[in-house]
């Protein structure tokens, strides 16, 4: 069995205290570097949700594509003529200027529909809710 003596024991403590000191140094730069990863992923995240807003603001004022444009002006087309076949046949003399008379009204209510001096200014977010407005259009709800 070893005995401590007594001479000893205070550079025992002063170790034990030394290694007390050490570990809470360690701790507290430990806590630093907590904090500091909880700033940073505050940071990322702020700058994630500005980001998305900006792509999403970025993404409402994109226009209509070409691809676009050609399948609203087709859909203008069709409905122009569609109308026009419930009121004369396309043998009537009155058949075009009729089907150009609903084309020019169905573009017109497009574009005040959705605030725009040209059809193709019309935003991609709208274009399916173009569409459903050209397919649906009826020229009594206007007059």
């Known amino acids: 069995m070893t005995l401590i003596n007594p001479n000893q024991q205070p550079d025992f403590l002063s170790v034990v205290e030394k290694q007390m000191q050490l570990t809470e140094a360690q701790g507290m730069a430990i806590r630093g570097l907590v904090d500091g990863i909880k700033q940073m992923h505050l940071d990322v995240t702020e700058k994630v949700e500005e980001v998305q807003m900006m792509v999403q603001e970025v993404r409402d004022s994109v226009t209509l594509t070409d691809a676009e444009c050609y399948q609203l002006q087709d859909a203008v087309r069709i409905r122009s003529i569609t ?38 200014h ?21 007059i």
């Open 83 to 120: 109308l026009t076949k419930d009121r004369y046949k396309e043998t009537d003399g009155k058949f075009n200027e009729t089907v150009g008379k609903y084309r020019r009204m169905i573009w017109s209510k497009l574009k005040v529909l959705f605030s725009v001096a040209k059809y193709s």
């Open 122 to 142: 019309i935003r991609r977010i709208d274009f399916d809710d173009s569409i459903y407005f050209v397919k649906g259009f009826r020229p009594e709800d206007y």
